[in-house]
């Protein structure tokens, strides 16, 4: 039997009492279970993309892909429980437990999940007041400040059959949290928080006002996704949408929130089409800083709203560091998040730039790196920008000197994910560089479990279409190549993505769509010496020989080291493209 190891969000709940309920009177328990399940839980459950692993009698195991849905599900639940239980009895009350953790679990060949991650999360349940929600320290960090419920801090706390104690919090459903007074500082002595924002609700632009759900959907969910962004500091939503429906002046709201931009947009409904607009400004100077303009079919409205916010999120991830960067350029004591937003941007505009000055820009992205570290030595950020300088080195074949690349990638990365388990770019770096050294399987673990906790982060799809080429499943690494084109088509690693299209086609032995693929990855300005490479692999075994030869010049030219055993110790590659590099003339070694 197959398994499969991951991380994930764990949610149990049980009904409490249920024996004293059933026993009471059965059937009328049961009719009233089932109506909550049809009515309420699972429509819940699906609306925060849950899914029911099992149902135990009278609770159930959900896997969620992120924390932040387990949460909002079980409130979701418990506020409508709250609701139908007005007026009831308290002996005749259906009231239920709710236990989440976000932890490892192993996933069976028929979808049941295993180990701790559900242990720990089925056990948070049995400490839990009914009505409440308990989440271990590794949920809560994923939704701390964010919630607008009392939160209970139940500290330490042994678990039954769990061997170390799990610091546990208690959310009061129905109990808002507590106001805290807030000193208002004078402008000028405090300067807003880096990668502050606030989501403002998105304007519904059509004549229908039934379609202001969709817009404040999106506003909502983005203000969510955003708030994974590393050091950002998200304007909470119920503040937000005070200002629907209002007159703004974009300057005037960011200094009253305190906050450097201002994300605002638009949504319209034309028949069949939706057009959205979005922009970022500057909250001090107002100036336009990044827009975005797109139009989708309507076919799944629900589908379409989480695939926009996918959109925006991953866009608006990097306009903001981008942003950011440009001011510590301007700052003379630039501190240590302010040297790893610039490295991370010269990472992401070296992705469009020429060989060479690919080179040069990433090599002045390591000094960056290097100079945070000096000033902070356990930022993960920075640990993670090295770890890629280094890849890049070992994926180029840049470097002469011998280079224990397994210290200067790998060991960074997890350096980086062992300061900061929810660092999405340390996934990323240790996904890529495990691809590459054909580990396929570990790769795609890593990659998911990055995914688990950003979803949105569309460059760990590379890795994981890298790692799917490795395992010979060319659908899936096709499918996840397209996906990360569809919600970052304007992504500065647009070319990378057209090129593991170009693979999987290649696998799949679709060799004209293969060329097609890595065509538009060089059309893109990606001109990498492995896009040639491949392009001459696929044009070799289209029979295309003189386009075959042309293409493996190229390649040459700009990675005078290739050779096929080069390309087997720096690539994860499958026979069809070392047969077709064979056949274009590539030498062994």
């Known amino acids: 039997m197959s398994e499969t190891r991951k991380l994930a969000a764990i949610l149990v709940a049980d009904i409490v009492g249920y024996s004293r309920l059933a026993g009471a ?12 399940r049809s009515d309420l839980i699972d ?64 996933e069976e060949s028929d979808g049941d999940l295993m180990g701790d991650g559900v242990n720990i999360a089925a056990r948070l349940e049995g400490v839990c007041e009914p009505g409440a929600i308990c989440l271990s320290e590794d949920a809560y960090r994923q939704v701390k400040g964010r919630l607008d419920l009392e939160v209970t801090d139940l500290g330490a706390t042994q678990l039954k059959n769990i061997a170390e104690p799990i610091r546990v919090y208690s959310l009061e459903v129905g109990k808002p949290a507590q106001a805290k007074p807030v000193a208002v500082a004078a402008p000028e002595k405090s300067a807003p928080p880096r990668l502050s924002i606030v989501v403002l609700p998105f304007k519904n632009l059509s004549s229908d006002s039934s379609q202001d759900y969709f817009a404040d959907g999106v506003t909502e969910n983005l203000t969510t996704d955003l708030s994974r962004i590393r050091n950002s500091f998200v304007i909470a939503r119920n503040t937000a949408f005070t200002f629907k429906d209002k007159a703004i002046d974009v300057k005037q709201i960011a200094r009253e929130l305190g906050v450097r931009y201002v994300l605002e947009g638009s949504v319209q409904r034309d028949g069949t089409r939706v057009r959205i607009n979005a922009q970022l400004i500057d909250g001090e100077t107002g100036a336009h800083l990044w827009a975005d303009r797109f139009q989708e079919d309507i076919a799944d409205l629900f589908k379409l709203q989480d695939d926009v916010v996918a959109r925006l999120a991953g866009s608006l991830g990097y306009a903001l560091t981008k942003a950011e960067a440009e001011k510590g350029v301007r700052s003379n004591n630039p501190d240590a998040i302010d040297l790893t937003m610039r490295g991370w941007t010269l990472i992401w505009r070296a992705a469009q730039q020429t060989p060479n000055e690919r ?37 180029y074949g840049w470097s002469d000197a011998p280079t224990d690349y397994e210290a200067k990638v790998l060991g960074q990365a997890n350096r980086a994910i062992a300061l900061d388990p929810d660092n999405v770019r340390a996934y990323f770096v240790k996904a890529t560089y495990l691809s590459s050294t054909r580990r396929s399987s570990e790769a795609l673990g890593v990659a998911d479990a990055g995914l688990a906790i950003n979803p949105n982060f569309v460059l760990l799809y590379v890795p994981r279409a890298g790692a799917e080429v490795g395992l010979g499943r060319f659908e899936q ?9 569809r919600l970052s088509p304007r992504d500065g690693f647009i070319g990378l993505f057209h090129h593991l299209t170009g693979a999987a086609e290649l696998g799949l032995g679709h060799f004209d769509a293969a060329v097609d693929g890595y065509r538009k990855a060089i059309d893109s300005g990606f001109r990498a010496f492995f896009v040639y490479a491949y392009l001459s692999a696929a044009y ?7 386009d075959a030869r042309a293409a493996l010049a190229e390649a040459r030219s700009l990675n005078p080291k290739i050779t096929v055993k080069w390309v087997i110790e720096h690539s994860a590659v499958g026979p069809s493209f070392l047969d077709g590099l064979r056949k274009a003339g590539l030498s062994e070694e």
Do not use: W
């Open 540 to 546: 070799a075994l289209a029979g295309k020989m003189d």
């Open 43 to 106: 429509p819940a459950i699906a609306a925060h993309h849950g899914r029911i692993v099992k149902r135990t009698g009278d609770g159930s195991i959900i896997e969620f892909r992120s924390v932040v849905d387990a949460v909002r599900c079980a409130i979701e639940v418990q506020t409508g429980l709250i609701e139908r239980n007005a007026g009831v009895p308290p002996e005749r009350r259906i009231e239920y437990r709710v236990g989440v953790h976000l932890g490892d679990v192993v």
């Open 25 to 36: 009177d059965e059937e009328r328990t049961l009719a009233r279970v089932r109506g909550l």
């Open 477 to 485: 690494a096709k499918a996840d190549a397209e996906r990360a084109t």
């Open 359 to 395: 080179l040069e820009r990433l090599h002045d992205a390591r000094g960056l790196f290097y100079r945070a570290l000096q000033i902070e030595p356990n930022d993960p950020d920075a640990f993670a920008g090295s770890a890629y300088t280094y890849f890049i080195d070992f994926l």
